[in-house]
């Protein structure tokens, strides 16, 4: 299992960008399909973006698409997700994890989580 530390939240103006990293520790990482997923107050944690282990495929939500971008180093055991053109509605904590593909979509492939990083858009 891989430990996970987000990071890279802040405040931001609608319209502004942001880009959370995400440090693994173990020497597995490489081997891991990784994920980002958030939650809003009062909402299910939602799928964001996944990039394959090698970094050659990558996936995002429709409320993301065109404004994301997922992407990893897998010398620094990191993945990033950059994040522009943000709108309130991105208001959420961030979380990554390593990752599967199931018959449901994207899923964290030990459904444990870190403490996430908080991105916060104001209007």
């Known amino acids: 299992q891989v430990q996970l530390v987000e990071s890279g939240g802040g405040l931001v103006q609608a319209g502004g960008s942001l880009r959370l990293s995400c440090v693994a520790s173990?020497?597995?990482?490489?081997?891991?399909?990784m994920g980002w997923f958030r939650q809003a107050p009062g909402l299910e944690r939602e799928f964001v973006s996944a990039?394959?282990?090698?970094?050659?495929?990558?996936y995002y939500a429709d409320s993301v698409k065109g404004r994301f971008t997922v992407s990893r180093d897998n010398a620094k055991n990191t993945v990033y997700l950059q994040m522009n053109t943000l709108k309130p509605e991105d208001t959420a904590v961030y979380y990554c994890?390593?990752?599967?593909?199931?018959?449901?979509?994207?899923?964290?492939?030990?459904?444990?989580w870190g403490q996430g990083t908080q991105v916060t858009v104001s209007s």
């Open positions: 173990g020497r597995t990482f490489t081997t891991y399909d």
């Open positions: 990039i394959r282990w090698n970094g050659v495929g990558s």
């Open positions: 994890a390593a990752v599967i593909l199931s018959g449901s979509g994207w899923r964290n492939l030990y459904n444990t």
